[in-house]
């Protein structure tokens, strides 16, 4: 019997269980989707009930797989959509509010605030991270103040916090564990990422009482034992990262400078900066990339909130096709000077220029503009995004690395691939097994179970399908990615102002 880690991926718009072997080898998978909720303009909310029924309905699901025997399954491991916050009575389990999701804008007023009483150099220096609504520390004072005497009771110890990792370890546990791992903690805007502990002045800050923090594990750990009612068998949580770290990890980059980039429904590119937790001039992230045995490696990401959702709305929204796959073959029926841009600044735009005001726009329409044109601008505007990330990052860190790692569902799109190495003027490396998120998951579970010994171990199990090399000149490289600096420029509020 081959032993099996259970992975559970729990995503913003689906929740995915994946069995893996220690080669790294996908052996059975499960998935389920589950409602988003926009009760207001910029407000997104998950059901907390939704998150875990998906969770546990896939992973019972992929056990039940044929030719699978739960005997084999040796511990579990957990990645999760980052920043997004729930809060649950310690007694009875039951959440105060809905989970208030990482794309929710609804404290924006209040950053606003916060930046303008000058806490930024503050916040940037303990966390990392910017004042933003993004964050959970300010969604997570939203429900104290919002729900009906929520801040007493957490005061009294009533009440937990969680990201979707610690709810979901509290449940699967039946209310044994109450932890988190350092990426997770790392995106809340509490953490000290230098101390590695929740922080007395971030606290005071956002007005958050201690008692209701869980503690805080390396992503290789003890997080409790599950429950056998719910899948049948007690299986160890040993190991947790948030998805964009995990996905680090999956693509095995264990080396500093190494860079990986996944294209989901928004882009994150992080790069691994070693034991130095290195600051930006360019409002990219310091975050925690992974913690093991104490020892943390820090890493630098830059936050795109729409990537694959680009492509959606032109699926969904403008009905230009009716399956994303459809958009490599009309991309390919374009010229290179085609001329169009699209600016997917629904939401705002992220990093680097964290413009939450910016709208979208579509420019360089002609009379010869067709859907291919505006199919292909929507595919290279997660390109050009990336392409400013790439800058801002190699400034930070004072060299440019040469390949990329990509995963994620838009990177099956050849055309996209070959543009964006065209565009970073970089190789970009496809590895065979693009679920590197749940891979990583069951990387830091396997080394706390001992399947590996080292991360020297794990890396040598990384596959490439496929690499994309550059193949445009420079002058066109250059005049391309000028027309998309002029769009961006044409959608930031401060020059529609
Ligand atoms: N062949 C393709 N070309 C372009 N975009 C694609 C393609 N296949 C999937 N996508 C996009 O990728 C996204 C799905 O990727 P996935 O990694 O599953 O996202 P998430 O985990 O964020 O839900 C969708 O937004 C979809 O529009
Ligand atoms: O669920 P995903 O894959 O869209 O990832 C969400 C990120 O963790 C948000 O920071």
Known sequence: MTPLILAIDQGTTSSRAILFDAQGDRVAFAQQEFPQHFPQNGWVEHDPDDLWQSTLHTARDVLASEGIDAQAIVGIGITNQRETTLVWDRHTGTPLYNAIVWQDRRTSEQCQTLRDAGHTGLIQEKTGLLIDPYFSATKLGWILDHVAGARDRAVRGDLLFGTVDTYLIWKLT???????????????????????????????????????????????DDFGQTDPDWLGLSLPIAGVAGDQQAALIGQTCFEPGMVKSTYGTGCFMIMNTGSSAQSSEHKLLTTVGYRLKGEVTYAMEGSIFIAGAAIQWLRDGLRLFSNAEETESLARQTTAGHGVYLVPAFTGLGAPHWDPQARGAIFGLTRDTGIAEIVAAGLQSVCYQTRDLQTCMNQDVGCEAQTLRVDGGMVSNNWVMQFLADILNVQVDRPTLLETTALGAAYVAGLQLGWYDSLDDIAALWQKDCSFSPQLDDDTRQRLYDGWLNAVARVKSDIAE
């Open 174 to 220: 039946a209310g044994r564990s109450h932890v988190t791992d350092a990426t997770n903690a790392s995106r809340t805007c509490l953490f000290n990422i230098h101390d590695q502990c929740w922080d007395d002045d971030l606290l005071a800050l956002f007005d958050i009482p201690r008692e209701m923090l869980p503690e805080v594990k390396d992503c290789a």
